[in-house]
């Protein structure tokens, strides 16, 4: 049976059809709502579609932290190393974004 889950994200709103539980379905849309505004705050961007994008790559950059976390573990320099990484593409992202 599909699952109905009302969102609004940066002023937008739909429907997610899903076979997951609905409950969770609400967790997963209240996390992501929680790193817009955390990614709304760190950055001098407006644009709604910008912001979405910039989130995608924190989530997907904390993701692949997690799955990296499982597999071989990761030395404190590889982990500084791939933060630096990741905030220069955000920092660059916005630059261009900006422009």
Do not use: C, W
């Not at 997690?66 to 660059?92: F, Q, V, Y």
Request: no cysteine; aromatic share 4%.
């Amino acid at each position: 049976m599909k699952n109905l889950l009302d969102v609004e994200v940066l002023g937008t709103s739909f429907t997610i059809k899903a076979d997951e539980d609905p409950e969770y379905l609400r967790q997963v849309v209240e996390y992501l709502s929680k790193k817009v505004d955390e990614t709304k705050e760190a950055v001098s961007i407006k644009d709604p579609l910008k912001i979405a994008v910039l989130t995608g790559i924190v989530v997907v950059d904390e993701l692949m932290r997690e799955k990296h976390k499982t597999g071989a573990p990761m030395s404190a320099e590889t982990a500084l190393a791939m933060e630096k990484i990741t905030n220069g593409m955000i920092d660059r992202l916005e630059q261009i974004l900006e422009s």
